[in-house]
C-alpha cells in the first residue's frame, strides 16, 4: 500500500518552504500539481527532480480512480496546490476522501495557508472561528450572507481585489456598518498589509485606495 501526501507550498515567500515537505516531494514517487509550470519554480528553487503530472479541477474527477489505483499498487503521491495548504480553497478534497475509502494513508503536512495568519492579525476574536472560503458569486450568495449575519464566532472570507468593494458594500448591508472587519492583502510577500476597523472603514479605505493581490477578510461575529 502506498500514500497521499498533502504538502503545503508557500502563499508568497518561497522561504516559507518547510524542511519536511521538500524531502516528502523529493522521494514521493510522483508530484500531483495543480498547474505544473506554477510548481515547476518551486520545483527548481529546491531542486526538487520528482516526476509531476497536473491535477486540478478540471480533470480531478477523471483521474482520481487511477490515483487510488497506483497507490493501492504501492506509489507514494504527493498532492501540492498552486499556494497553500491542498484542498483548502483548492482541489484535493475528491482525492482524499477516495484514497481514505480504499484504506490508502493519508497525511496532511502542516505548513502554509492564507486564512490563519490572516486570521490571528485581525486581532479579532480567534478561540472560535468559521471558515467559508469564497462567497458564491451569483446564487446563493444573499442567503449565504443573511445566515452569516447571526453567525457569533469570527468569519474569515477568501476573496479577489476586483469583488472586494462589492463584498465590503454587503457586509455594511447584512452585518452592519460598525462590525470590526480585517483585510489581509498580500501575505507573506513585499506588499503584505492588514488594514483593520468597522466595516465602514475598511469600504471606505479600498474605495480610496483599489486594492491589488490576494486578500483575506475577516470580521467579527455577531455580539
Ligand atoms: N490553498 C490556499 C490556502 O491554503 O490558503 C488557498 C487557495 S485559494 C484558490 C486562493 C485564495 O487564497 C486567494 O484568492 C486569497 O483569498 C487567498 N490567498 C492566497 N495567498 C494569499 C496571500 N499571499 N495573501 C492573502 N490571501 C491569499
Known sequence: MGKLYLVP???GNL???TFRAVRVLKE???ILAEDTRTSGKLMQHYGIGTKMQSHHMHNEHKTVDALVQRMENGETLALISDAGTPAISDPGFLLVRASIAKGIPVDCLPGPTAFVPALVNSGLPNDKFVFEGFLPVKKGRQTRLKLLADED???IFYESP???IKTLT??????GADRPTSVSRELTKLYEETI???AQEVLRHFTERPPKGEIVIAVAGKR
Open 9 to 11: 507550498t508557500p502563499i
Open 15 to 17: 522561504e516559507d518552504m
Open 28 to 30: 514521493a514517487d510522483g
Open 153 to 155: 464566532r469570527t468569519i
Open 162 to 164: 476586483h469583488k472586494l
Open 170 to 175: 454587503q457586509f455594511v448591508e447584512y452585518f
Open 196 to 198: 483593520r476597523g468597522t
